[in-house]
């Protein structure tokens, strides 16, 4: 887990406003993730990539953008097409054919004022 | 698509008693089972996973048992203590693409509670 940083932690946007998110991850993982955590709920995920140039629309993606031009980073944009933006958003990765396991970032709180 | 469904979404016991926690996927070509555990305002933490050609995994106070037939598996805590109050997340992921993986669909999480 401590091979993957996000930042910032905490986040806070005026509405209107796009903000992206950073996720690096030192761990030479293949594959990486976005999830949405509302306060209370489970997670729900927003856009994932499995490898450099490519990326996939999760359940959630309307209102965000990614981009995977290295490997080891998969910053997520929370566009003002979002509605309901505030949340935890969790970054997490894994390696391919190598027993699933998915590890995730400390998180970003991202809140509207 | 795959579609987790988790019970309870909250559950209370007394300390030293056992917690289950249950979870059902749909989907009967998901092959790899983990539960995470997140305590407030932190990410999720591995605890556990089983795979689809195992019936039951144990590490200490922790087990799941999966049933491909019925297409369920649970968690059990032992010998619960305080530190085990947290939400827990079950999930189920299928490796479809040439890859070898595709997305993790996560339960809706138990709130479990430890009594004093």
């Known amino acids: 887990d401590g091979g993957i940083t996000q930042s910032p932690k905490y986040l806070f946007r005026k509405e209107g406003q796009n903000v992206t998110l950073s996720c690096e991850q030192n761990l030479n993982h293949d594959a990486m993730y976005w999830y949405r955590q509302d306060p209370g709920q489970g997670l729900r995920l927003i856009y994932y990539s499995q490898i450099v140039n490519d990326f996939q629309k999760g359940d959630i993606a309307e209102g965000y953008s990614v981009s995977r031009e290295k490997k080891e980073s998969f910053p997520l944009t929370v566009t003002s097409a979002q509605k309901n933006p505030t949340a935890f958003y969790l970054c997490a990765s894994n390696r391919l054919n190598s027993g699933n396991t998915i590890y995730f970032g400390e998180g970003s709180w991202l809140t509207v004022v | 698509g795959e579609n987790v469904e988790q019970h309870p979404s909250t559950l209370s016991v007394q300390e030293g008693d056992s917690a289950v926690i249950k979870c059902t996927y749909s989907?009967?070509?998901?092959?790899?089972f983990p539960w995470y555990k997140q305590e407030l305002g932190k990410r999720p933490q591995l605890i556990i996973d089983i795979r689809s050609n195992v019936g039951e995994k144990k590490d200490q106070r922790i087990a799941v048992t999966l049933n491909k037939t019925a297409k369920h598996f649970s968690l059990h805590i032992t010998e619960t203590q305080p530190e085990d109050s947290a939400v827990y997340f079950c999930a189920a992921w299928r490796s479809l693409s040439n890859f070898g993986n595709e997305k993790l669909t996560f339960g809706t999480g138990t709130r479990l509670t430890i009594i004093p």
């Open positions: 989907d009967s070509a998901s092959n790899y």
